[in-house]
């Protein structure tokens, strides 16, 4: 494992950190070094023939045809497919080294893409161990994780550059993606295939973690949220469960089921709102809940009207679910 890394926003394919992302730097860089050799080799033929053409006086010799039929045919065919193949088979086992059928499956990501956020559900075997958040990716460093990719609306394109290339979400079928974060950090990434209005603000993050503390992030995903035992926070639940929210929006362990938002049952646990665009804290939060369209015009979620005890109260309980 390489040093810590940690830099929230950056977005970067020229500073890979998992294993896909350097596969991918490699070839970039191997294609670009064949492609700047022989640019270069066709400069100095071409200078060569411009200056053998000038010094040539008289009319052309049969021998000099042959000449220049076997330096057309050596420069313009022989030498480019002496280049191009060893290149394609090394492509080929570039790209073989980024086959999901090649890693372990132990740890499986389901992602939907939305307009215009992610939602991020964990599967296990055991349906009970299953969880689901929004808008970011916690893994354990070293490890590989399978992404299997849907979209419910448009095709979206899930691109984190510094840890895997892009991988298109098409609705109705699954794609599947595999990337690994071999340091510590947070990596961003974005929807890369342009579908709506908001296209430039659906982003997401990969935090990558050590192990141990992504098993006890993962353990508190999974319980539903804590009752609330003092009268404020079961004044604000009541505000919360009282409101338009739980229409669309779920929150396990109450009676908020909704689906068509993302889930919030550990908001306050998120680095940031609004598919990513905005840091989770209590003023941007109040903003978002009040009026999303100012925040970001265009996105399903509707602005409703809240008196301001209301809104305080229902942001207060959505602060406390951790």
């Not at 998992?18 to 064949?34: M, N, R």
């Not at 639940?237 to 068509?260: D, K, N, Q, Y």
């Not at 990513?276 to 941007?284: D, V, W």
Request: charged content about 20%; glycine content about 8%.
């Amino acid at each position: 494992m390489q040093g810590d890394r940690a830099f929230p926003g950056a977005q970067s394919a020229f500073e890979p950190a998992g294993q896909g992302a350097e596969q991918i730097d490699a070839l970039a860089f191997v294609l670009t070094a064949a492609g700047a050799a022989v640019f270069l080799v066709f400069c100095i033929a071409l200078a060569y023939s411009l200056t053998h053409r000038r010094r040539a006086s008289g009319p052309q010799t049969a021998e000099s045809d042959r000449r220049s039929t076997r330096w057309i045919v050596t420069t313009g065919a022989a030498l480019p497919l002496l280049i191009l193949i060893p290149l394609l088979f090394y492509t080929f086992h570039a790209l073989s080294a980024n086959d999901p059928a090649n890693r372990d499956r132990s740890l499986v990501v389901e992602v939907r893409g939305r307009q215009w956020w992610w939602e991020v559900r964990y599967l296990d075997e055991d349906p009970a161990r299953q969880f689901v958040t929004a808008n970011e990716i916690r893994v354990p460093v070293g490890r590989p994780v399978e992404l299997h990719l849907y979209s419910d609306d448009v095709i979206h394109s899930f691109w984190v550059p510094s840890l895997q290339g892009k991988m298109d979400l098409i609705p109705g079928r699954r794609n599947v993606l595999w990337l690994q974060a071999d340091s510590v950090g947070i990596y961003r990434g974005q929807c890369a295939e342009y579908c709506g209005l908001q296209h430039a603000r659906m982003a997401l993050q990969v935090h990558a973690e050590p192990p141990d503390r992504y098993e006890q992030w993962a353990e508190r995903q999974r319980s539903p949220a804590a009752p609330r035992a003092d009268s404020a926070g079961q004044s604000a639940e009541a505000a919360f469960l009282a409101s338009g929210c739980i229409l669309c929006h779920a929150v396990r362990g109450t009676p908020a089921g909704g689906r068509l938002g993302p889930d919030l049952t550990h908001l306050a646990s998120r680095a940031t709102l609004a598919g990513g665009i905005l840091p989770n804290n209590r003023a941007n939060l109040l903003g978002w809940v009040a009026n999303p369209q100012a925040l970001k015009p265009g996105s399903k979620m509707p602005s409703v009207p809240l008196a301001p005890d209301t809104l305080h109260a229902i942001v207060h309980y959505l602060m406390g679910l951790e």
